[in-house]
């Protein structure tokens, strides 16, 4: 790492890391929560809103997912990836709108907004993932934050188009 990058780091890794402890709170709690509730009720919400949205052939689909997250002992983990896309969704969308909603007020920003979408959407993950790290430190709120930059791009591009 360039040590002209180093100062940079060190200025930011304070509240980087009050952000980390902020968020550590709220998602531990619905972790939590989510793992509290018994497999088969949360299933079955699962397999409710899969009937809803699309149908019996999604149902099928999430009734053959869920039989083998719970047969190969994963839910633990599962829940724990819910809790994070849970955490992760709303600020994802609402800065994403607010994004494309500037971009489509303001049509001069639009090639710039569609730059740096196209440099978010075409860098990979862990090249933002270990700034990120150093910025927030070890633990769930690096991943939150790498979650939220790597699905915003997709809501400014809907934005944008409608």
Known sequence: MPAAALPVFEAFQGPGRAVAVGLDGPLRGLRLGLQWLPWPSLALVILLL???????????????????????????????????VLMSLPPAVLLGFAIGAAAHRWPRSKPLVIAVLDVMQTLPAFAYLIPLLILFGF??????????????PPMVRNTILG
């Open 50 to 84: 899969a009937l809803r949205a699309s149908g019996l052939r999604l149902m099928a689909l999430a009734v053959l997912a869920i039989a083998g997250i719970v047969a190969g002992g994963y839910w633990p983990q599962a829940m724990n990836t819910l809790a994070i």
């Open 139 to 152: 633990g769930p709120a690096p991943g939150l934050i790498a979650g939220i930059i790597f699905a915003v």
